[in-house]
């Protein structure tokens, strides 16, 4: 499916000072790993190769120029087997959504715009979201203890470290951040040497629940570091705030996103997997995810994915809620400008910063100088969705590629996309 707009033009925001300009410094204090070494330079031959690609002459449109990057991620021979894409201009000015490839591989149904896709830790966002509306009314403070508003037998010692027990004082603020050192349910090994991830993929029908997932953390893993020393994410922090929000207000965690997002925002395609329902009818099948050659389908539409990564949703829709946050119509200004207290990641292994539920992609200023790629804000998944925001060309870009183990061609698909802009002035 293709939207049409009044103008195949986009030009950048006039701005005094860019906001790559306000980010640049702060990276420089980013920590320099082998593995961050590793993966900057495959980024980087991805960056200049695009930027190479979209400099040489094309008489081909801006239309043409999504639609050849959007192609070009998906082909025989390759590990992904489906892509979906919407780029929107923030003033109206221009939108345009695609999709390629097959979307369910047991019946060949193409692959649309409007097909849904498990949008794995883009929820986070929406989580993140909840917590700053619910701090604006005064039901939540971000400096409280976790334990004001959670169990005693859920929390504690869920993070001992060296000795001592800090799971009454990590902060509302440190899970959001992932500051808190709490350990990664889902990607750190528990006793039995395997990552939930690996569990979850070796038996998909397997049946789990969110408090057992928590209590994985709390009973087999064991943190690296004292709360506020360092940034570290771990999903574990989300299952907390899910478990926070329903605390406060009382129902269940899909009534809330139902209440505050799906319907004043009209995501008549977005629902939270297991737990709740499309408004919109009737909706098609979420896309096949895979990891390499493996459908896990059935393990990502799991109940035990939540408020860490259990949304399903359409391109459109991610747009729709990414302008309300932008524009201010889910928080007011400032508290979106907390929200955007980056800090590095120390387990990224890209060029990530986090502040509450929110990522920036910052390309180092020696890469950049080349590349001159502007910096974007919004939030990655760990199956290739992603919704992020580009301030200076003020363009939103929604989208997937539904596989676990491509993890840089999310953000070369999108510096594509940059960079095809950049030429539209």
């Given at each position: 499916?293709?939207s049409?707009?009044?103008?195949?033009?986009?030009?950048?925001?006039?701005?005094?000072?860019?906001?790559?300009?306000?980010?640049?410094?702060?990276?420089?204090?980013?920590?320099?790993?082998?593995?961050?070494?590793?993966?900057?330079?495959?980024?980087?031959?991805?960056?200049?190769?695009?930027?190479?690609?979209?400099?040489r002459?094309?008489?081909?449109?801006?239309?043409?120029?999504?639609?050849?990057?959007?192609?070009?991620?998906?082909?025989?021979?390759?590990?992904i087997?489906?892509?979906?894409?919407?780029?929107?201009?923030?003033?109206?000015?221009?939108?345009?959504?695609?999709?390629?490839?097959?979307?369910?591989?047991?019946?060949?149904?193409?692959?649309?715009?409007?097909?849904?896709?498990?949008?794995?830790?883009?929820?986070?966002?929406?989580?993140?979201?909840?917590?700053?509306?619910?701090?604006?009314?005064?039901?939540?403070?971000?400096?409280?203890?976790?334990?004001?508003?959670?169990?005693?037998?859920?929390?504690?010692?869920?993070?001992?470290?060296?000795?001592?027990?800090?799971?009454?004082?990590?902060?509302?603020?440190?899970?959001?951040?992932?500051?808190?050192?709490?350990?990664?349910?889902?990607?750190?090994?528990?006793?039995?040497?395997?990552?939930?991830?690996?569990?979850?993929?070796?038996?998909?029908?397997?049946?789990?629940?969110?408090?057992?997932?928590?209590?994985?953390?709390?009973?087999?893993?064991?943190?690296?570091?004292?709360?506020?020393?360092?940034?570290?994410?771990?999903?574990?922090?989300?299952?907390l705030?899910?478990?926070?929000?329903?605390?406060?207000?009382?129902?269940?965690?899909?009534?809330v996103?139902?209440?505050?997002?799906?319907?004043?925002?009209?995501?008549?395609?977005?629902?939270?997997?297991?737990?709740s329902?499309?408004?919109?009818?009737?909706?098609?099948?979420?896309?096949?995810?895979?990891?390499?050659?493996?459908?896990?389908?059935?393990?990502?539409?799991?109940?035990?994915?939540?408020?860490?990564?259990?949304?399903?949703?359409?391109?459109?829709d991610?747009?729709?809620?990414m302008?309300?946050?932008?524009?201010?119509?889910?928080?007011?200004?400032?508290?979106?400008?907390?929200?955007?207290?980056?800090?590095?990641?120390?387990?990224?292994?890209?060029p990530?910063?986090?502040?509450?539920?929110?990522?920036?992609?910052?390309?180092p200023?020696l890469?950049?100088?080349?590349?001159?790629?502007?910096?974007?804000?919004?939030?990655?998944?760990?199956?290739?969705?992603?919704?992020?925001?580009?301030?200076?060309?003020?363009?939103?870009?929604?989208?997937?590629?539904?596989?676990?183990?491509?993890?840089?061609?999310?953000?070369?698909?999108?510096?594509?996309?940059?960079?095809?802009?950049?030429?539209?002035?």
């Open positions: 499916m293709k049409n707009a009044s103008s195949d033009t986009i030009s950048p925001m006039p701005m005094q000072q860019s906001y790559q300009h306000q980010r640049s410094l702060r990276f420089i204090r980013f920590s320099w790993g082998r593995l961050f070494i590793v993966l900057v330079v495959v980024v980087a031959a991805g960056i200049l190769l695009a930027g190479r690609q979209l400099t002459p094309r008489s081909g449109n801006i239309r043409q120029q999504l639609d050849s990057a959007l192609r070009a991620t998906v082909g025989q021979g390759k590990p087997r489906n892509a979906a894409l919407c780029v929107t201009k923030g003033d109206g000015s221009f939108t345009w959504c695609d999709a390629a490839g097959v979307a369910n591989q047991d019946g060949k149904v193409p692959m649309t715009a409007a097909t849904p896709f498990y949008i794995a830790s883009i929820t986070k966002l929406f989580t993140a979201t909840a917590i700053m509306m619910l701090h604006e009314k005064g039901l939540i403070a971000l400096n409280d203890p976790m334990a004001k508003y959670l169990p005693e037998q859920m929390i504690h010692g869920i993070q001992i470290y060296q000795g001592h027990d800090y799971s009454h004082e990590i902060t509302v603020e440190q899970l959001l951040a992932h500051t808190s050192g709490i350990p990664d349910y889902y990607d750190e090994k528990g006793k039995d040497g395997k990552t939930l991830f690996e569990i979850f993929k070796a038996d998909q029908q397997r049946k789990w629940t969110v408090d057992k997932e928590i209590a994985r953390t709390r009973d087999e893993m064991t943190p690296t570091f004292e709360p506020g020393a360092k940034t570290f994410y771990s999903d574990t922090n989300y299952l705030l899910g478990k926070i929000i329903e605390a406060k207000t009382g129902k269940p965690l899909q009534e996103f139902e209440e505050l997002f799906f319907r004043p925002l009209g995501l008549k395609h977005t629902w939270l997997v297991g737990l329902e499309p408004l919109g009818k009737p909706t098609p099948t979420p896309a096949d995810v895979f990891s390499k050659d493996e459908n896990i389908t059935q393990m990502r539409s799991s109940t035990f994915y939540w408020a860490d990564g259990g949304i399903v949703s359409t391109p459109q991610l747009i729709l809620f302008q309300a946050l932008q524009q201010g119509r889910l928080v007011q200004p400032d508290t979106l400008k907390k929200m955007h207290q980056w800090k590095p990641l120390s387990n990224s292994g890209m990530f910063q986090y502040g509450y539920g929110t990522m920036e992609f910052v390309i200023s890469i950049n100088r080349l590349a001159k790629v502007p910096p974007i804000w919004g939030h990655s998944g760990s199956i290739g969705s992603f919704l992020y925001y580009a301030p200076d060309l003020d363009l939103y870009m929604a989208g997937t590629i539904d596989q676990e183990n491509s993890k840089t061609a999310p953000v070369v698909l999108m510096i594509k996309i940059m960079k095809a802009a950049q030429q539209q002035k």
